[in-house]
């Protein structure tokens, strides 16, 4: 489904009414003792007004032409860094640096494997990606396609937090969570999870479905299709809003 940019601006418009997560954040942490447990750099907030427009990719999408990107009107992209313990995607750093060249914000995400040692998963994602102040938030994707037979809930659970702690504490910056409504519900219902913004996937709805650990907090990003077509990219591309939230992180910057 090709994404009208025009039907983008009075969605993102009307996000900015509605949208759960547009509440201030400064109510997440209420004591001087947790602002100051919290990363101290926060992601870039929106510097226009209307939707902040962005798309995620890997080295499926071949060579990118970043500047017909930057031309159909995107503001950020973000691009898969790493898998597992030990895979790299080849293109990350040349589609980080096409990204910078044409003025997009660009962020880094990890594909999570459950059964896989967790800190050598940090360690691949950080020995692979470079974060500077400005970059997107780092991003660690969690969806069934890294899951395996017969891994435990909480083991998962706790795995997973220490990848983000050890990231966090690495890159002074506190990584997002990307998920869709039913695997969150089903493996991601720890508490802690909501110390993380939201990367919601949910397609050709009106409103994501929110999972529970985060119907506090609302949404960061929303990726609203999966089969988004732009210039400058080759094949179909996900297509991603980015919250207009006015008080994003108000908290970790006091």
């Known amino acids: 489904?090709?994404?009208?940019?025009?039907?983008?601006?009075?969605?993102?418009?009307m996000l900015a009414c509605n949208n759960p997560s547009s509440t201030d954040n400064s109510k997440k942490e209420d004591t001087t003792t947790a602002n100051q447990e919290k990363a101290v750099t926060p992601p870039p907030a929106p510097t226009k007004t209307g939707p902040?427009?962005?798309?995620?990719?890997s080295h499926f999408?071949?060579?990118?032409?970043?500047?017909?990107?930057?031309?159909?009107?995107?503001?950020?992209?973000?691009?898969?860094?790493?898998?597992?313990?030990?895979y790299k995607d080849p293109d990350y750093l040349h589609n980080r640096e096409g990204a910078h060249a044409v003025g997009l914000i660009h962020g880094?995400?990890?594909?999570?494997?459950?059964?896989?040692?967790?800190?050598?998963?940090?360690?691949?994602?950080?020995?692979?990606v470079t974060y500077e102040e400005g970059d997107m938030p780092p991003v660690l994707d969690l969806e069934q396609g890294g899951m395996k037979p017969g891994i435990?809930?909480?083991?998962?659970?706790?795995n997973v937090l220490k990848w983000l702690q050890t990231v966090e504490s690495k890159l002074?910056?506190?990584?997002?969570?990307?998920?869709?409504?039913?695997?969150?519900?089903?493996?991601?219902?720890?508490?802690d999870f909501?110390?993380?913004?939201?990367?919601?996937?949910?397609?050709?709805?009106?409103?994501?479905?929110?999972?529970?650990a985060w119907k506090n907090e609302g949404w960061l990003i929303w990726q609203r299709t999966e089969r988004g077509k732009v210039e400058g990219a080759v094949g179909n591309?996900?297509?991603?809003?980015?919250?207009?939230?006015?008080?994003?992180h108000k908290a970790d910057m006091e």
Request: charged residues 20%.
């Open 108 to 128: 880094g995400y990890h594909f999570y494997v459950a059964g896989d040692n967790p800190d050598k998963q940090a360690a691949n994602f950080l020995s692979a």
């Open 172 to 191: 002074n910056v506190r990584p997002v969570v990307y998920t869709n409504h039913p695997f969150g519900n089903q493996y991601l219902d720890h508490p």
């Open 194 to 212: 909501a110390k993380y913004d939201l990367w919601i996937a949910e397609y050709e709805v009106d409103t994501p479905q929110i999972p529970n």
């Open 52 to 57: 902040v427009l962005g798309i995620d990719v």
């Open 61 to 86: 999408q071949g060579d990118i032409n970043w500047q017909e990107i930057k031309a159909a009107r995107l503001d950020f992209a973000y691009d898969k860094a790493t898998q597992g313990e030990d």
């Open 152 to 158: 435990n809930t909480k083991t998962y659970q706790q």
């Open 237 to 248: 591309v996900d297509h991603d809003l980015y919250s207009p939230k006015a008080n994003f």
């Open 1 to 13: 489904m090709k994404i009208k940019y025009l039907s983008l601006a009075i969605i993102g418009l």
